[in-house]
């Protein structure tokens, strides 16, 4: 039998591992990331590079196509994004490529002339399927050509509760950090 002392321990066990879980779906800064970071500031564009630096209240990026590095305070980051790669849009483009297909086959189909006014119908129908079977496969070689980036938006690192950090000109400074 369970008793009180038990139960408040595997109450605190379940919640802990509960917590667990939902973290897990959160994506975190590291250090190197391919990452796009939007700036709070209005009418500011947005900005693509690799995390150069990533301190407790400071980030640092490098440009893509080179360049400075830019200094964001962590307080003046809108949203952040982590590159998750590149993909391929091989499906976009035989859905593009079929839908453009059966449309124009469906037309050439429906003008053809030499036959009696009833045929017109299953003629359209006819060039829509041979078409749009022809578009998709253009369009999925088009589409397998075609990559793009896939973004996810992503946090930074919580802070830690007690920081220390030295600044290039040598002088300290002693961070305390208190979550409500």
């Known amino acids: ?9 595997a109450a605190a066990l379940l919640l802990a591992y509960a917590s667990a879980l939902q973290a897990s779906d959160t994506t975190f800064v590291s250090q190197g990331a391919r990452v796009k970071v939007y700036p709070a500031m209005a009418g500011a564009k947005s900005v693509t ?3 150069a630096d990533l301190a407790s209240d ?5 440009p893509e196509g080179g360049g400075e590095g830019q200094t964001f305070l962590r307080r003046n980051v809108r949203k952040i994004e982590v590159s998750q790669g590149e ?4 499906g976009k483009g035989a859905w593009i490529g079929a839908t453009a297909g059966a449309v124009c086959g469906a037309i050439v189909g429906a003008t053809v002339e030499d036959c009696d006014p009833y045929c017109g119908g299953a003629l359209a129908l006819m060039g ?3 078409f749009g079977a022809g578009g998709a ?3 999925m070689g ?12 992503a946090q930074l690192p919580a802070l830690p509760p ?19």
């Not at 400071?58 to 490098?62: A, C, F, K, M, N």
């Open 142 to 153: 088009v589409g397998a050509l075609i990559k793009t980036e896939k973004w996810e938006e």
């Open 49 to 51: 590079g690799n995390v």
């Open 87 to 90: 993909k391929s849009n091989v």
């Open 128 to 130: 829509a399927g041979m």
């Open 1 to 9: 039998m369970l008793t009180g002392r038990s139960t408040a321990c």
């Open 58 to 62: 400071t980030l640092v990026i490098l």
């Open 137 to 139: 496969l253009v369009g």
């Open 162 to 180: 007690v920081a220390l950090n030295v600044g290039t000109d040598g002088s300290v400074r002693l961070a305390f950090s208190l979550r409500l």
